[in-house]
């Protein structure tokens, strides 16, 4: 039973694109999201969170927008660069704790 | 300026050998983390701890064991060791409270593979 969905395996964009990645939730109880990014032989990196009262955080390049309503969540990343090219894993968390659920992760390639 | 180290970085255990995981951790971080991910999967937390003493299971606990007798260490003990434990291993840290805000730190994983 998957609470944090990643249906996207793989995509692929073109550098200076943007890169839409996208994830759904079945939790309600979820009141933060988190968006990682991991690159081969690595372990993740965080690099953007949002609350649950919120519907946009932004930061540099990468945006992530909630839409609480339809437990969506999707990461922006505008220009795509090469560097961008890694497995991006969704991520949530309930309040009554620390600990976090993530997706299967997609892996994004940019293309040149 | 070492963040979480986990070693070794890759380990191949014969079935129904045991083995230790180790992590530590020099950010003085009260919680730390212990994942598995498996091929094509999401990380899946095996255990965790909140302080010193002080550990809970997460959803894939079983065929492991952990302890938390310093800040800084959380080892990962695999007893009896199946196929099935073949996976790669994440040791995580954080902030009481603040993990799900600002993210966890990882370490860069243990590969291991169970023959």
């Known amino acids: 039973d998957q609470q944090v969905k990643q249906n996207s395996p793989s995509l692929s964009v073109q550098e200076g694109r943007i890169s839409i990645l996208n994830c759904d939730y079945t939790?309600?109880?979820?009141?933060?999201f988190l968006w990682y990014k991991k690159y081969p032989a690595e372990g993740p990196t965080f690099l953007i969170s949002i609350s649950s009262i919120k519907d946009k955080n932004e930061d540099g390049r990468f945006t992530v927008f909630l839409n609480k309503s339809a437990k969506h969540l999707s990461l922006h990343i505008v220009p795509s660069q090469p560097g961008d090219s890694a497995v991006y894993f969704c991520a949530a968390s309930e309040n009554r704790d620390d600990k976090i659920i993530f997706g299967k992760g997609t892996r994004l390639h940019i293309l040149p | 300026n070492a963040g979480v180290t986990q070693t070794p970085k890759f380990r191949i255990l014969k079935i129904g050998q045991s083995m230790t995981l180790q992590c530590t951790q020099d950010m003085n971080h009260n919680y730390m983390y212990w994942y598995r991910q498996d091929p094509g999967m999401g990380l899946k937390l095996i255990y965790y701890?909140?302080?010193?003493?002080?550990?809970d299971k997460g959803e894939v606990p079983n065929g492991y064991n952990v302890s938390r007798s310093t800040t800084e260490d959380f080892p990962l003990r695999l007893e009896l060791a199946a196929p099935s434990q073949t996976s790669v291993y994440f040791c995580?840290?954080?902030?009481?409270?603040?993990?799900?805000?600002?993210?966890?730190?990882f370490g860069s994983g243990t590969r291991l593979t169970v023959v």
């Open positions: 995580a840290s954080s902030y009481a409270g603040a993990g799900r805000r600002y993210g966890y730190t």
């Open positions: 701890s909140v302080g010193a003493g002080i550990t």
């Open positions: 939790n309600s109880m979820f009141d933060y």
